[in-house]
């Protein structure tokens, strides 16, 4: 154990990789399950880290030798470990292995070194050999023996051989170059071979012997090694080398033949073609520098002599390196969904690469094509880290599929594509909108309490619970009444009903504060304002304020002197209507009268008692009106000088003659005047207040006579001017009119009639 070695990406990754990595060291053939070490507790991971950032051995290409256990943290045995079959013969044999952690994404390299047992006995391919050696054989002439085969390594390899007990054999080992050994019998009967393991295994095999006659000479290879280099990528049928051998002998003493030696495995003998007559080698397989990079074929020259003599020599056939792999490309993690407001430099997948080949052929350069924003750091050894190079943004891209190429060195160089996708997980980073900076409404007074006034909407470009909208009312006084208690609005669709009928009398305008705000977290939100106007209906009749009526229904006596003359002021009739616009424009009429003569001087003929029914209309649609009923006594006592008489006569013929009095605000003269006098009166107008004057004798013309706050020029400038806040106390009204009245013994009886058609 060396300690641990971190992956630390927010550092540039040109910090040189340190040395310092965990080591397992295990025998093969452990049982699945058995542990090889706490990976947890060796990398300084918690018991809570195994789960939270999910530690496990990064998926490779192949099988998957070990697991990480999720209770404990330990690194157990997952499969069966072969030694032999993942490292053959070589001494050594470390698996390295890459363990990974998330939040942050880490990697960490460790290795396992797998420890040979003795679990193979020597084997000899052939079980029997035949050995013809003539009869005036020397003794000391050597005979090749084959080599038996043990898989394990080192001590638990083949050591030695014995040979079972003779007085005419003995054995010897032959040494050849590269330290490699064989048995050479010089005469005899039982192989055995056995290793150096505990217990000590072993294998052997039967050497029968027969004396034979003379064939001096024995065939002779010109080399005893042949040393030949072969690109993988050789074409079938092509030869590679020409062995020869020569024997002394005359005849078919003398005349050779060539073979494979009898122990040479069937897979040479079909890579491998041996010409038996002239000892040509060819190709008759495909060759894999990947799978073998180094043959030895062994090669017998035999004479046809009695007994037969033969020679032997070697082929050695070393395999060149092509570049015939493609890099492959390895997702040792894969990518899982990030943050729009990752920081640059953050972990998204680790990727290894790999290339069969060799040297050249093997180094891989891995670029991303395109533009995106992530980069590839290198790590250790063909691994890389996918981190974010710049700002993310879920609204404009949730996903990208980074493109990696791997190309080799080689020539020609291989290359090979791998898309990796990923997602972008969506971060609050928008305020709901509304569909419009601020909201203008406008409502009819008098409406049905609990309908929708309006609805607002907002949107929001985030996704999922970051996007969900709910709507509420911000709490702010309407007339120092809270806005709630007028409205209230559907958190899920912004639909704003009323809790009121409005009265534009009231309230004209007032103002909802909606904030709209996503279920994100935190959660963001906007404001709008939705101005409410309130229409005016004509819901107001005119109010008659002067004369006030003395009792309700009751019709009061006024006096005038019978020496009245024309254009005498009998009483002013004053009305208002609550209602704005067209809708307070009041008119005047005279409805019904008993014979009274009020455009002429009163005579002597007239009755006493004269009855005036004066209808008072606005000019909104329905019309609404009112009635007052004035009645005159005419008195003998009170004295006028009487100036014009002949009117009398003229009128005299018609008891029923009424005397209409027209009375129109003349709020449509705007053509003649100014628009700004316009505004400044209409603001003075706001409430509407008008009177007519009843007047004696024909002093105005077509005996009608009107004022209003539209015509303050008028010689009678005694009109009065209400506020809108105070309209209802109609007792200040009051006041001021009597004060500008030359006679406030008149009485008058008001009538409110809802609609014209009494009139
Ligand atoms: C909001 O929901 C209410 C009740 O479901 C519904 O009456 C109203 O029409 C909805 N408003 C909108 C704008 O969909
Ligand atoms: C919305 O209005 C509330 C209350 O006035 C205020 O606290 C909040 O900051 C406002 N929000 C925005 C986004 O302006």
């Known amino acids: 154990l060396f300690g641990t070695y971190h992956l630390n990406f927010t550092l540039l990754c040109t910090t040189s990789l340190t040395d310092g990595q965990t080591r397992y060291s295990i025998p093969e053939e452990l049982k699945q399950g058995s542990v090889v070490g706490n990976i947890a507790k060796d990398l300084g991971l918690?018991?809570?880290?195994?789960?939270d950032r999910k530690l496990r051995v990064a998926a490779e290409a192949g099988k998957q030798y070990f697991t990480v256990d999720s209770g404990k943290g330990e690194l157990v045995v997952n499969d069966r470990i072969d030694r032999e079959a993942l490292c053959g013969q070589s001494a050594s044999c470390v698996l390295p292995l890459q363990v990974v952690t998330e939040n942050p994404l880490q990697l960490h390299r460790i290795e396992v070194e797998i420890r040979d047992i003795n679990d193979n006995s020597p084997v000899f391919m052939t079980q029997q050999k035949a050995l013809k050696i003539a009869e005036t054989t020397v003794a000391g002439v050597r005979f090749p023996l084959e080599t038996a085969h043990d898989p394990d390594v080192g001590s638990n390899s083949v050591k030695s051989y014995t040979l079972s007990k003779s007085e005419c054999f003995s054995l010897k080992m032959k040494e050849f170059p590269g330290g490699r050994q064989a048995p050479e019998l010089v005469h005899e009967l039982l192989l055995t071979a056995l290793d150096g393991g505990k217990p000590v295994k072993s294998g052997s095999m039967k050497i029968q012997v027969t004396v034979l006659d003379n064939n001096d000479n024995i065939p002779v290879f010109k080399k005893p090694l042949y040393n030949i280099?072969?690109?993988?990528?050789?074409?079938?049928?092509?030869?590679?080398?020409?062995?020869?051998?020569?024997?002394?002998?005359?005849?078919?003493?003398?005349?050779v033949e060539y073979a494979f030696n009898d122990h040479t495995p069937t897979t040479l003998l079909s890579i491998f073609h041996l010409d038996v007559v002239n000892g040509e080698i060819s190709l008759t397989g495909q060759l894999d520098y990947e799978l073998n990079s180094v043959y030895e074929l062994h090669i017998t020259a035999k004479d046809k002599g009695v007994p037969e003599m033969e020679g032997h020599c070697r082929v050695q056939i070393i395999v060149t390196d092509i570049n015939d792999n493609v890099p492959e490309i390895i997702l040792t993690s894969t990518p899982s969904p990030v943050r729009e407001d990752a920081a640059k430099g953050t972990v998204v997948a680790l990727i290894?690469?790999?290339?069969?080949?060799?040297?050249?052929?093997?180094?891989?350069?891995?670029?991303?094509?395109?533009?995106?924003?992530?980069?590839?750091?290198?790590?250790?050894?063909?691994n890389y880290a996918l981190v974010t190079s710049g700002p993310l943004d879920r609204e404009s891209f949730s996903v990208y599929n980074v493109e990696i190429t791997a190309t080799d060195s080689g020539s020609p160089p291989l290359s090979s594509k791998k898309s990796i996708p990923v997602?972008?997980?969506?971060?609050?980073?928008?305020?709901?909108?509304?569909?419009?900076?601020?909201?203008?409404?406008?409502?009819?007074e008098n409406g049905v309490p609990g309908s929708i006034l309006y609805s607002v909407s907002a949107s929001d470009l985030d996704f999922g619970e970051n996007a969900k909208v709910s709507y509420s009312i911000l709490d702010s006084k309407v007339q120092d009444v809270s806005v709630s208690s007028y409205v209230y609005i559907n958190s899920e669709n912004g639909s704003i009903y009323s809790m009121h009928s409005f009265d534009y009398e009231k309230l004209k305008v007032f103002q909802i504060l909606v904030q709209a705000k996503d279920q994100g977290?935190?959660?963001?939100?906007?404001?709008?304002?939705?101005?409410?106007?309130?229409?005016?209906?004509?819901?107001?009749?005119?109010?008659?304020?002067?004369?006030?009526?003395?009792?309700l229904g009751s019709l009061s006596l006024q006096r005038m002197p019978r020496s009245a003359k024309a254009g005498h002021l009998v009483t002013k009739v004053t009305a208002v209507d609550a209602d704005s616009g067209h809708n307070a424009w009041i008119s005047y009429k005279v409805a019904e009268a008993t014979d009274v003569r009020t455009k002429r001087p009163v005579s002597e003929q007239d009755d006493s008692s004269q009855r005036l029914l004066i209808a008072i209309k606005d000019d909104g649609e329905p019309v609404q009106s009112a009635t007052v009923t004035v009645s005159i006594l005419l008195e003998d006592g009170l004295h006028e000088p009487i100036l014009d008489i002949r009117h009398k006569a003229a009128e005299s013929g018609g008891k029923t003659g009424r005397l209409a009095l027209y009375l129109i605000l003349?709020?449509?003269?705007?053509?003649?005047?100014?628009?700004?006098?316009?505004?400044?009166?209409?603001v003075k107008c706001v409430r509407n207040n008008s009177y007519v004057e009843v007047l004696g004798g024909d002093m105005m013309s077509q005996s009608q006579s009107f004022r209003s706050c539209m015509s303050p020029m008028s010689e009678y400038s005694d009109f009065t001017l209400i506020?809108?806040?105070?309209?209802s106390d109609f007792k200040e009204v009051l006041s001021v009119l009597d004060a500008s009245l030359p006679d406030s013994t008149w009485t008058f009886e008001s009538q409110q009639v809802s609609t014209s058609d009494q009139i």
Not at 46 to 51: E, N, R, S, Y
Not at 369 to 374: A, K, L
Not at 666 to 682: D, G, R, W
């Open 352 to 382: 290894s690469v790999r290339d069969l080949d060799s040297g050249d052929n093997g180094k891989v350069v891995l670029k991303l094509s395109g533009s995106s924003p992530f980069i590839l750091k290198p790590s250790f050894s063909n």
């Open 723 to 727: 506020k809108p806040s105070s309209t």
């Open 229 to 255: 280099t072969v690109p993988e990528n050789n074409m079938p049928s092509s030869v590679l080398v020409q062995v020869e051998a020569t024997d002394a002998d005359e005849g078919a003493n003398g005349q």
């Open 666 to 682: 003349s709020l449509a003269s705007v053509s003649v005047l100014s628009v700004v006098t316009f505004l400044i009166l209409a």
């Open 423 to 444: 997602s972008i997980s969506d971060v609050n980073d928008n305020p709901p909108v509304f569909s419009q900076p601020s909201y203008t409404v406008y409502l009819k």
């Open 521 to 551: 977290s935190p959660s963001l939100s906007s404001n709008t304002t939705v101005h409410v106007f309130i229409l005016d209906q004509n819901d107001n009749a005119p109010t008659v304020i002067y004369p006030s009526s003395a009792g």
């Open 46 to 51: 918690g018991l809570t880290d195994i789960l």
